[in-house]
């Protein structure tokens, strides 16, 4: 459980003697009113490390499944075809994503496997886009050297598109990066040799060379969690639900059902002929 | 301002991809395709003479094999620098990929090579066997290993050698090309990159190939033999000349073709090709490359193919000419591979390029390995007689040639 999920719990904890304790001693349920304030608020200032318990540290098998199906299961890959949906209409920019991931992947500053960029149109139709820092911190401030009238302002999650026809496995030169069949884009970091080409041919530029390991990274999509039945884990912590991943084979899962409603849903540089699984909804022709 | 729902996309704010504006192909990528270039350029004058059988080229036919030979060891050094796990290297050829334009290269390379040294190996035999009969100690041991500690000039043994080496000739102009047609396809097959993903990507290589390569036979031969006080064959240069200005016109004329037809069609991403040009890379494209090192040496190319100078004046000019050829390639290479990387993928802005001069792919880098083939060039210098009048067995029995 996060830890927004157990602060309602832990302030809660008296509610159902509300009643009795009304009738008895008020001034004994006002103290228990604050311990539970005190209490619970304490719970949100610890830093709890998302979606795993104290005891439960890096068991994963504790925590609830979030993908149906994968757990207790031999897992075939071939009758799975994951894809990612990132809903443009919800975004607000928080950064959470990004916190998550560098975490997740004690990504190196100045790398991003995702990142959040900030759209803002003005009434002339110019577009100014930006993201500092990949938008780690959230965009808290307006752009302060926009002197004129916003029309309009969106926030546009990144990560690896994971290809159906992807550059960077067609160019990598050992067969490092490959595709598996559950339609992940993932890389050997043993069998990499750094030489940057797949960082080229990315039309995303979704991947970087990380600068301790000299060899190609990007989004995984959480695969390792994706196995476990675990959502990835910007998905899990996105406060709004703009980011959302399913099993493209399973018609229970919400990825199907968006994908196959009457929603406008595109992909990015589609013209580039990478057919992505990553899709988006409610996206402007701006973003590139 | 715009009209509504115009220039959406084209309004560049500078906005660059966080994972773009580090330059990750640097100078040693801009490096690699101009060595191997110039042995493929160097290549092709030998086998003008050995498989095209013009004569006048005689006088430079077996430099420019050891001079391809003494580039082409140098070859693979700036892609180690450059590899982020060069100790890995290998797993290019133990597990190449088949789609991938950069698995061949272990291969492409190892196979030319080889046939390269074994040319080299048989057009210089008889000279190599003579040698061995006049030296002692080291090169002797030398010279016993390049002849396989074989002495039989027999005629029908040098027969023999003028059936395989007219074979290896013949099979290494195809090679020399793949190997060089290879290099530019690294880049024109990369679609995301606007300016590297043309058909033409290839053959402007294979031809400012041959430009360097041509241009560094003329200017080596010159610079050799001037330094040493040797008779300069004008003919010899007269004609590389000729073949130089044959080479680098098609060769312009692709480069600027390329320009032409991405400002003709305005593609999509037309807005942020023109902006490149004009923008960061205006000095080093419109100035340098095309103005002052294309334009300039055309010129310089008419006078010396078109009109009656001085053998003293040829000379100079030709040596002129050559060298800023060579340095056009330089501009050139940098242009595509460092200029291309400049484009951020957001296409709505471009990021910026610092060379290091102590970095591991920085500028002294780039100075010791272009050094390095010279060395590697004085050290064969000292096995293999570069000329062919310094062989005095060559004038007994010729041999790779008619």
Known sequence: MSRTDKTPNAVSGGVPDMATELNGDRRAFIKKVLKGAIGGSLLLVIPLEAGVGEKQENDFDKIPEQIPGIRGQEYDMSSRQFAFVVDITRCIGCGSCCVADKREYNVPDGNYRTWVERYVKDFDDNVYVDSPKGGVEGYQEPRPELKGKIRDTFFVPKLCNMCKKPSCVQVCPVGATFKSPDGFILVDSKRCVGCGYCIQACPYSARFLHPVTRTAEKCTWCYHRVRKGLLPVCVHVCPTKARKFGDMNDKKSEVYKILRSHDVITVLKKDMGNAPSLYYKGVRREVV | ?402
């Not at chain 2, 024109?188 to 041959?210: E, R, Y």
């Not at chain 2, 680098?248 to 942020?272: A, G, K, N, Q």
Request: include cysteine; aromatic fraction near 14%; proline fraction near 4%.
């Open chain 2, 1 to 402: 301002m715009n009209p509504a729902h115009e220039n959406v996309v084209s309004t560049l704010t500078n906005y660059v991809f966080p994972n773009d504006l580090h330059v990750h192909w640097s100078m040693m990528i801009a490096l690699y395709p101009y060595i191997t270039g110039i042995v493929a350029g160097a290549f092709i004058v030998s086998s003008l003479y050995h498989v095209f059988k013009i004569e006048s080229l005689k006088p430079v036919s077996r430099f420019s094999l050891l001079f391809a030979l003494a580039f082409l060891a140098c070859a693979t050094l700036p892609l180690l620098c450059h590899l982020g796990r060069p100790e890995r290297n290998f797993n290019i050829m133990l597990t190449p990929n088949p789609s991938s334009a950069m698995a061949g290269f272990g291969y492409i390379y190892g196979a030319y090579g080889l046939v390269l040294f074994l040319e080299i190996l048989f057009i210089f035999r008889p000279t190599l066997v003579h040698l061995k009969g006049q030296s002692s100690g080291l090169m002797k041991i030398i010279y016993r290993a390049l002849t396989c500690d074989s002495s039989n000039l027999s005629e029908q043994s040098l027969e023999l050698d003028r059936k395989i080496i007219a074979f290896l000739a013949a099979i290494g102009i195809p090679m020399a090309c793949v190997l060089h047609g290879y290099v530019g396809f690294i880049f024109g097959g990369i679609k995301a990159n606007p300016t590297w993903a043309t058909p033409l990507m290839p053959v402007i290589f294979l031809l400012s190939a041959c430009v360097s390569g041509v241009s560094g036979i003329i200017l080596a031969y010159i610079l050799i033999k001037s330094f040493r006080g040797q008779y300069i064959d004008l003919e010899c240069v007269k004609t590389c000349t000729k073949f130089l200005a044959g080479f680098f016109i098609v060769d312009f004329t692709f480069e600027m073709l390329e320009i032409f037809s991405h400002s003709y069609l305005y593609t999509e991403h037309y807005h942020m090709v023109d902006r490149l040009l004009a923008g960061p890379l205006y000095v080093s494209f419109w100035e340098w490359q095309v103005g002052l090192l294309s334009v300039v040496p055309l010129l310089l190319l008419g006078i010396l193919c078109l009109t009656r100078i001085s053998d003293a004046s040829y000379k100079l000019l030709a040596s002129v000419v050559s060298f800023m050829l060579l340095l056009q390639v330089v501009f050139m290479r940098w242009n595509v591979v460092i200029g291309g990387q400049l484009i951020s993928k957001s296409d709505r802005g471009f990021t910026q390029f610092h060379p290091e001069w102590f970095d591991k792919e920085g500028i002294l880098t780039a100075i010791v390995l272009m050094t390095l083939p010279l060395i590697i060039l004085f050290v064969l210098s000292k096995i293999f007689p570069f000329w062919n009048e310094e062989d005095k067995d060559l004038n007994r029995k010729e041999v790779g040639g008619t």
